[in-house]
């Protein structure tokens, strides 16, 4: 029974091993072709229709990390939009809204971080077309361990 | 055996009675009798200020800051390259007008761009129409005249051209309801939710209609 159980164990540790030396490599300053899935959990992500004439739109969603993270950047195709970043609407001193860049965006551990109307938003400028509702955007999302995750945004209202 | 039926009815009759109740708070038009935007003991006089009107394929015309006879104008300040907040408090009210029904028709829309350095009075019309038909997109013909009209609301705004060509565009976010005669009967802050947008709105027209003044 023993003679069983050993190779088994060795197996699992070597396995085992394996798989936090790739997460280090992976950690601080990934290369472009170390790249993977994040494990983060993206949640309603759309965008909404724009109004005709307009040449910006929003996206919005909820990202979790479980393990937390960091949303370093975001990207769309050029035939999509010009732009793209990640935004915060602010109060400034004057009780004015305005809207500031967030150069980088913390996931803190198992914490969801909406990005919705009013808040955050990736911020889509100069716009090839308009956004139609029932069409979707491709967006990349590049995080601080140098995975990422591409995801379908479908255009609806709500 | 027997008892059993009548054992469960009472509680049914007692889950019906609760769901009927909670359904008749929840899904039922609001009857309170308080707004929910903010009203000044003095209100606000806007009636006496114009504004360009921009028409699609028609020469512009112009706006005067009040309602139809017995309805309601509702006004917000933004532009067209704004892609949270001018949109979301236009499809807000949009989900709020086709909660009020039928009364909506005596709502009119207007929309102020406080960007007229970008926003053409072709851009503007094509904008609010994409919301509204019959809205009412205006676009102030001097910063002076921007001015004037913000500071009658209480609104403010500024545009930034920075070094990179990109513009900074802040502005304050509050909807106006402006009546007949000029006076801003309500503010509502942004972010106000359709259903509240529309229970003001059914509290005031409801308050036309009945000539309570």
Redesign the interface.
Known sequence: MNRNVLPVLVLLFALVSLGSCTKRERHPMASEGLRGEAAVNLKGFHA?P?????????IFGTITAPLGDTLRAVKVAPDVAEKVEI?R?VQ?A??????RPVPWLALPEDEPVELK??GL?V??FGLAAPLQAGKTVRLTLLFQDGGERVLEVPIR?E | MSDRPAARRIPLAFACLLLALLTASACGPRTSGKLVGHTRPIPKQVGGLSMSEARLGKPDTTFTFRAKRGGLLFVFFGF??????C??T??DLRKALRKVGPGADKVDVAFVTVDPGRDSS??MA??????FTGGHPLRPADNEQLLAVQAAFGA???VTRKADGDV??????LSYLVDEHGAVLLEWD??TSPADLAHDLRLLLARNAGGTK
């Open positions: 909404r724009t109004p005709d004439g307009a040449t910006v739109g929003a935004h609407i400034n004057a009780g004015q809204m305005e809207m109307p009013g938003h911020m889509l209202d | 067209t390259n704004c892609p949270d907040l949109p979301t236009l499809g072709e851009a094509r904008y609010l129409g994409s919301f403010a705004s500024s900074d565009v802040a502005h304050t976010a942004y972010g």
